[in-house]
């Protein structure tokens, strides 16, 4: 028998908005839920220093810094660096290895000069080094690297002639730098610069391990691997370094078992096949010093520590510890001094350092579009006119009650199908078609009402919850900004930053602003079910007021990867510091692009795009057809909107007040009341 007594909604707290959001389980610690319904940053990862981030947003907006704003927190890039080094030297002290750890940071993961500067700055009481994986790459880092030429730049990625002749003579210049090489003929190159240089190089090898990597860039490794050597030729290599008298030159044995390594067990086999390798090597009479195990630390972006594809079973000092375990037991076995360990280390780095913040401008569904009085039969018409499935609509929505709950929303399925194919037929007007829209949607609402206040599983409720998802329309570019949500379906968590001590009432899914229907998101993090929802809990819109949602954990690859779609350009980015008592202030503001730059990107001259507009207003207002002010008026917006932000702002976003073409409703425009 159901029990199909009213529940009491208890009172909703902010922890339940930590367990809805699972906050917990994605933040390591970064993150949490505070008090006041804001969500607190600890760039610590501990509870004391806390900065609220809905008041960094606010003080950014008074400062004219609007959303959508990535906010960099550098206090966390620096903890990051410090939990990655305390975790392997912990593993370095359990296990007796002899040997010490480096980590290289690839600029790949995010480029941005403030970024790479403060990793190096971060990492010097580690010796941390970089990585490149190009030339421009390369560039950026021989400048940068002056007052540090002890510290590693290693270099990964197809090289050319020019490329490797710059590398040798960094070395001249006191670069402790190493090409590493990724096929014969980059070998090749090294020899000819370093003799005509007259520099013994360190060089350094990626194998192509036999042992496949895991997860979503699993290609990165094993035999079918675009980069490096098979075993043939890194003996071919030896040999030929052997027979120049250069052994000692092979400094550095690398591999790379693809990023994001879901599940520990792929990189155990990784590493003890590197080791192995390593070991023979030196054993031959190799040089090498250090063994580089790539990248692939990853980042449990969905929170559930499993082996989905945005999740991973290990934490960082398991990671540590096997990297460690495993290239001393091998060392010990074969009875070899212990390398340096190097980790090229990015994502784990760069990801928690970065909050994509964004506006919701309005939203649109189903319950928009309800109304407020529903038709009875009567109104319906003569019921001889009143088409039978709308009947049944009617009769579906009157009917439904806790012990009917599937047998309702299964009538109210069929019977609205049938109405929109007697619609597609010319059977059923426009008037009935939009009276069957709104009784379906009503029905719908009152099952899941009733199944939410009763305690009986309906099972398709997660159908149900789609239907009477809305969509909330977001201010930002996905292709900009998140672009792995839309060509790799990352997910990242994302939830409201504020608010939170009130119970999210609506579900939705985002719709950025490109005129694309992929720029959406529309699959969240469910860990607690180890799945996806296609839906996140968020709130009412209040009229004139900001509603800002946070995409969490985005620091790596999302800002190099993202383009132009639309031409919405880089977002506003600023870097905050926090003092000991949580006071924070703006350490670098770098401006978003301006709308008259994102056009200088697609090859159009700004300089003469006013101009000609301006010839064509003269003309409009000469033959009558504009005043002289609304000419004015024309230029004054063109010319403001070529030096401004290519996201909406406050004072100008429009106020939308009717319907958009959008399925299932009109738009409501928390924002609207503002301009
Ligand atoms: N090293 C190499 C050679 C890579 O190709 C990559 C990325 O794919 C990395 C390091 C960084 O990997 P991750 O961000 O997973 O640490």
Known sequence: MRDSRPAVQPEWTVGDAADLYQVPTWSQGYFTVGRTGHLMVHPDAAPGREIDLFDVVEGLATRGIHAPVLIRFSDILAHRLHRLHDAFEA???????????????????????????????????????????????????????????DRPIICNGFKDDRYIEAVVLATKLGRTIVPVVENLSEFRLILKHAERYDVRPSIGVRVKLSSAGAGRWSDSSGYRSKFGLFAAELLQVFYELEARGQADCLKLLHCHPGSQIQEI???????????????????????????????????????????????????????????VYRVGSVCEERGISHPTIISES??????????????????????????????????????DEVPGPLRDLLLAYHSVEASRLGECYHDAVQARDQCMRLFGLGYLSLEHRAIAERLFWATCLRVREIAGEV???????????????????????????????????????????????????????????????????????DPENRDVKHGLELHELRQGESYYLGAFLVGAYQETL??????????????????????????????????????????????????????????????????????????????????????????????????????????????????
């Open 91 to 149: 593993a370095i002290r359990e296990n007796g290895y002899r040997g010490r750890y480096i980590a290289v940071y690839p600029i790949k993961v995010n480029q941005q000069r403030p970024v790479v500067e403060e990793v190096f700055r971060y990492g010097r009481e580690f010796d941390f080094g970089l990585e490149v994986g190009s030339k421009p790459e390369l560039l950026a880092v021989m400048a940068m690297t002056g007052e540090a030429g």
């Open 265 to 323: 067990r792929a990189l155990k086999e990784a590493v003890g096949e590197l080791a192995h390798v390593y070991a023979e090597l030196v054993e031959m009479g190799a040089g090498l010093e250090y063994i580089d195990v790539g990248g692939g630390l990853g980042v449990d972006y969905d929170g559930s520590q499993s082996v989905t594809a945005t999740s991973i079973n290990y934490s960082i000092p398991e990671y540590a510890n096997e990297v």
């Open 346 to 383: 990015g994502r784990a780095i760069a990801a928690y350092q970065s909050i994509l913040v964004f506006n919701v401008l309005g939203s649109s569904g189903p319950t928009h579009a309800l109304g407020d009085d529903l038709p009875s039969t009567r109104s319906l018409g003569d019921e």
């Open 455 to 525: 305690d009986s599983p309906f099972e398709e409720l997660e159908d149900l919850e789609a239907v009477l998802s809305e969509t909330f329309f977001c201010n930002l570019s996905v292709f900009q900004s998140l672009p792995d949500t839309w060509a790799i379906d990352q997910l990242f968590p994302i939830m409201p930053i504020h608010r939170l001590d009130e119970r999210p009432t609506r579900r939705g899914v985002l719709a950025d602003i490109t005129c694309d229907s992929d720029g959406k998101i529309d699959t969240f993090i």
């Open 562 to 675: 993202g383009d132009l779609h639309n031409l919405f350009g880089d977002t506003n980015v600023v870097h905050i510091r926090v003092d000991g008592d949580g006071d924070w202030w703006i350490e670098e503001l770098v401006e978003g692009d301006t709308a008259s730059q994102v056009l200088g990107y697609v090859q159009y001259d700004a300089a003469s795009l006013y101009p000609t507009l301006r010839r064509d207003c003269e003309k409009a207002s000469k033959e009558g057809r504009m005043t002289v002010e609304e000419s004015r008026a024309l230029l004054d917006f063109y010319r403001s909107a070529l030096d401004g932000y290519t996201y909406l702002l406050p004072e100008s976003t429009a106020p939308v007040t009717g319907p958009v073409a959008s399925p299932g409703g009109a738009v409501t425009s928390p924002e609207s009341e503002r301009t």
